[in-house]
């Protein structure tokens, strides 16, 4: 009688808090996406929302957020290469903002398709330039590597793929099964809060984003999106895809920010040895966020890029 209390016990500690902490988050149902000032297609991988920004007879720039924020994060740069004349597709990837909660292993396979098919499915064959930020930079580099002719540049913006840095935790996270992602579920809404909340003194360019950032923390199926994420797509190195998008002698830039504690700037010379012809900014002072902290700094380090090539 007593095991069968003990296992009760246990069953009540694991399950109870799972229960508790799904009743906090709200569903991306259509009362949800009723909001949303974008679009939706309907993919064979899932819905995806998307928006376009920018004049209709511009250059085309995609951009790839990366591993929490949507594509609202782009807004800042956003609006800098519609003042270069770009026409500009940003999207929320699955399991962020207003796309679906699509199932399966996130990792490059699972983006790269979802990237692929929202191209096919807006009708843009080539002449693109790509940009990716953060866990982006890694999509962007992957898309890149097997899709070469469809670029005319890529740009990558703290990207990951070329080291990462991490604690014990998100280490023990990622690596164990089960218990992982019990405490994800039950506790990665407020780790993820509280580094948002560590920030948000920072002057950002995007005045609502802490806010938008925290909020996305309360949707379901956010936090086993991330923690899929990290475990199948952010933990493998990218050095194969780097040397071949060398041998194609694509344009591409990579853009560090100085006190980066997600992406080391060894990355920096990590990429240099990989692809000996990207040209690389580092923004001084801007850290993981520079996309909306500092994102004069990053159409400058475009700018420049672009009249080079």
Same mark, same amino acid.
């Given at each position: 009688?007593?095991?069968?209390? /003990? ?15 799904? &009743?906090?988050?709200? #569903?991306?149902?259509? $009362?949800?996406?009723?909001?949303? #000032? ?118 990558? /913006?703290?990207? $990951?793929?070329?080291? /990462? ?48 950032? /925290? ?9 086993? $999106? ?15 895809? &780097? ?67």
């Amino acid at each position: 009688m007593i095991l069968w209390w /003990i296992l009760l016990a246990i069953l009540a500690i694991y399950f109870v808090p799972l229960a508790i902490a799904r &009743h906090r988050r709200r #569903p991306m149902n259509k $009362a949800a996406r009723a909001e949303a #000032p974008g679009k939706f297609a309907n993919l064979p991988s899932g819905r995806t929302y998307y928006e376009w920004h920018g004049p209709l007879n511009g250059p085309i720039a995609v951009c790839i957020h990366g591993l929490t924020t949507p594509s609202y994060v782009w807004r800042a740069v956003e609006s800098g290469l519609k003042m270069m004349d770009y026409r500009v597709l940003t999207y929320d990837l699955y399991g962020r903002g207003y796309s679906g909660r699509a199932l399966g292993r996130q990792n490059a396979k699972f983006f790269v398709t979802q990237l692929e098919e929202l191209l096919e499915d807006q009708g843009i064959d080539g002449g693109i330039m790509l940009l990716g930020y953060s866990m982006g930079g890694a999509i962007a580099t992957c898309y890149t590597a097997k899709h070469p002719d469809m670029l005319e540049r890529l740009i990558l /913006i703290a990207p $990951a793929g070329l080291g /990462i840095n991490s604690n014990k935790l998100q280490d023990f996270i990622i690596k164990t099964p089960v218990i992982g992602d019990w405490i994800m579920r039950v506790f990665g809404g407020h780790m993820i809060r509280k580094a948002i909340k560590a920030e948000s003194s920072i002057p950002s360019a995007i005045p609502d984003i802490y806010d938008r950032q /925290i909020a996305d923390t309360y949707v379901r199926g956010f936090l086993p $999106a991330v923690l899929s994420s990290l475990r199948n797509f952010l933990s493998k190195p990218l050095d194969e895809e &780097h040397r071949k998008i060398a041998k194609t002698g694509l344009p591409v830039a990579a853009i560090w920010g100085e006190e980066d504690k997600v992406i080391p700037l060894s990355g920096l010379g990590k990429l240099t040895k990989l692809n000996r012809n990207v040209r690389q900014t580092m923004v001084e002072g801007a850290s993981h966020s520079l996309a909306y902290t500092h994102p004069k700094d990053v159409i400058k380090a475009i700018q420049e890029f672009l009249r080079e090539v």
